[in-house]
């Protein structure tokens, strides 16, 4: 069989798959050989950082990941912050790449989402208008 997914992990390091928070005691090469949600620590966004509207989205789209027992709420409340941001946002190509990230959710393709909405960390403070900027991050 061959292996779809083959990555890294440094001693202490952790990965989520399907749900379960795995870490190692040493440097090892993981294999997986079949189709799994995983997320690699390094872009698990805490909660402290969800500061901007785009990494609130992103911080909610990784928790449909991360726990997806909890996926058919967590959608409850993505749709709901999509929804908004699509709203207020004034830039056609941000739109166009918000839209990009929400197809991708909604076809269960979260970690393809996730690289989305990366792609739009920085934009978001020019791209969502001042006014409605603070009512987004309140939803």
């Not at 005691?25 to 050989?33: D, I």
């Not at 726990?67 to 709420?73: E, H, R, V, W």
Request: without cysteine; proline residues 4%.
């Amino acid at each position: 069989m061959k292996a779809k997914m083959r990555f890294s992990l440094k001693a202490g390091e952790r990965i989520f798959i399907n749900g379960a928070v795995l870490t190692v005691s040493q440097k090892v090469t993981l294999s997986l050989l079949n189709e799994a949600r995983f997320l690699l620590e390094s872009h698990v966004l805490q909660v402290t950082e969800a500061t901007t509207p785009m990494r609130q989205l992103y911080f909610v789209a990784q928790s449909i990941l991360i726990n997806p027992q909890d996926a058919g709420k967590v959608m409850g409340a993505f749709r709901k912050l999509y929804d908004s941001l699509m709203l207020v946002t004034n830039d056609e190509p941000t739109k166009d790449t918000l839209r990009r990230a929400g197809e991708l959710v909604e076809a269960d393709r979260i970690f393809d989402a996730l690289k989305v909405i990366r792609t739009m960390f920085e934009p978001d403070v020019r791209s969502v208008a001042p006014a409605t900027a603070a009512a987004v991050q309140a939803a």
